[in-house]
């Protein structure tokens, strides 16, 4: 979960079936459809996508979310530049304040540099994801199961090993969000001009070779884990438990939404201090072109003497306000989009 991974989104686990614990691959869309009665109707058949339903699905909805909560993921990107003394206002009311001097400097506009690259960090990252989690999930269902519902720990596995092939997918286009929306607070005379994503894509290639758009690609890819393995657990946990105490079923809409802030914010506990780093390694010092950095383990050892543990959680109120919709959002496209297409 950006928040990629999502990045944070709600691809890696699906609503519980309800009864019994621990039993949440279900009914999304994202783990095997074998029961009627979820929130993600009727099992469908192979249609016309066939075998690419999970991959089309999980494309779409991610990049649906992205278009709602592209600012905060904007903003969340500005307040972890500005710990490296680039000029953004610190903290939560830092946070507000470059809200508010972006709005006035730049327009409204500007809550949407990077677009281009984030939709496609959604086409690759979540694409790969959702997709590999549904695969992976139907084919562990089939061996072990008998067609029944994974347990909690075989469903986190799915969503781990499914968050690792989507960062590695997404990264090319992670970097080139990172180095648009970072460039924006650069002085005016250092400034890059992307004319879109490709354009990013193919300076960052062209400046730092192939292996340029795989930076930060091992902290981005434990970041990825991290944020499904957080997600899938207290998303399950929570939902079943307000179920249980009597707030509603585990397929209305007041409980996934509660389950679904809970999830975020365990998102932003395991995975932001991931993201900081990944987001330091993926962008450029102005005054020399280069990333300042060895690798992550350099990144972390300079920021904790430089500036901080509190750092590492820089941008968390824009990385929650970026997740928890994000997850939800995904997991209502993902829903209605299953019904819909053919």
């Not at 009864?19 to 691959?25: E, H, L, M, S």
């Not at 180095?179 to 004319?195: G, H, K």
């Not at 946990?237 to 365990?266: H, I, M, N, P, R």
């Not at 929650?320 to 053919?342: G, I, K």
Request: positive net charge; glycine residues 16%.
């Amino acid at each position: 979960m950006r928040c990629d991974a999502m990045r944070c989104d709600v691809s890696a686990f699906g609503p519980s079936v309800p009864g019994g614990r621990g039993r949440g691959v279900g009914q999304s869309g994202m783990g095997p459809v074998r029961r009627r009665g979820g929130s993600g109707g009727p099992p469908r058949g192979g249609g016309a996508l066939g075998s690419l339903r999970p991959y089309v699905v999980g494309g779409l909805a991610g990049c649906g979310g992205t278009l709602v909560v592209q600012p905060m993921d904007m903003l969340k990107t500005r307040a972890q530049m500005a710990q490296a003394g680039r000029g953004v206002a610190r903290g939560a009311g830092g946070l507000v304040r470059t809200g508010i001097r972006v709005l006035r400097a730049e327009g409204v506009g500007a809550f949407y540099a990077g677009l281009g690259a984030a939709l496609l960090r959604q086409a690759t990252y979540t694409t790969v994801r959702m997709g590999v989690f549904r695969r992976l999930s139907e084919a562990r269902s089939e061996q072990a199961h008998g067609g029944a519902s994974l347990p909690l720990h075989e469903k986190a596995a799915a969503g781990v090993a499914a968050g690792f092939l989507g960062a590695m997918a997404g990264n090319p286009a992670d970097v080139a969000l990172v180095r648009v929306q970072a460039n924006a607070v650069l002085p005016e005379a250092e400034r890059r001009v992307y004319r879109h994503a490709g354009d990013a894509l193919a300076t960052v290639a062209r400046e730092g070779g192939v292996r340029g758009l795989w930076r930060g690609a091992g902290t981005n890819a434990i970041r990825a884990m991290a944020v499904n393995a957080a997600m899938l657990a207290t998303y399950d946990e929570v939902k079943q438990q307000l179920a249980a105490s009597g707030v509603g079923t585990e397929d209305s809409l007041a409980v996934q939404t509660g389950a679904g802030l809970a999830a975020g914010a365990a998102i932003v506990v395991f995975s932001l201090p991931l993201d900081f780093v990944k987001t330091r390694l993926q962008a450029i010092d102005p005054t020399t072109g280069r990333v300042p950095y060895r690798g992550a383990i350099d990144c972390l050892a300079k920021v904790l003497k430089a500036e901080g543990p509190l750092a590492l959680y820089s941008g968390a109120g824009a990385y929650y306000l970026r997740c928890a919709p994000h997850a939800l959002l995904v997991l209502l496209f993902a829903e209605q989009l299953h019904r819909r297409l053919p």
